[in-house]
């Protein structure tokens, strides 16, 4: 399914890419430090926060999920060696990075935005840990841990109804907020 979908991605990155009222942050990254601005932006466009979330997510579940192709697959760098070690470790990095940055974000909406990718990184390293034989993967048989899959689902329903009472005042950001 990756390499089927190699084209597709490589052609909304270009089309992304190009786009001047991006307000995707990877995007104006490459604009900026490779001298890539396409043009002025429209005054008054407004950031579309839903559809930057959702083409992120996109974008980067198909890079994470490469990744884990290449270090699982026999044909790529193979889970246990140096190499899928290295990866690993650097992810748990990333991820220790991203997660502090999370806590630091008030509101609830930016938050959410920033946590989609935040885990996305984050069970890189958890999917290797697992394969190397440091516990046993309980998300792939619940049925054996009804104990810690009760405990799990009781976390959701307290994150979803902590979701619905947060006052709307508090889960309003600005780009700003979002950035910092």
Known sequence: MIQATTLLVVAMLIFFGANKDTRCRMFMWFHRNFKLRPDKMTP?????HARTAAIETVFLIWTIYLFAIFINDPRGIRYDSIAAMCITVGF?????????KLLKIRGLGAAFRYA???GNIAWLPIEGFSRWGLYPEIWVKPAIYPGLMSIILLIYVIGIVLMYRTDS??????VEQVAV
Request: aromatic share 14%; proline share 4%; charged share 15%.
């Open 169 to 174: 005042s508090q889960s309003k950001c600005t």
């Open 116 to 118: 989609i990718p935040t």
């Open 44 to 48: 008054g466009y407004k950031r579309q």
């Open 92 to 100: 748990v990095i990333w991820a220790i990075y991203l997660i502090n």
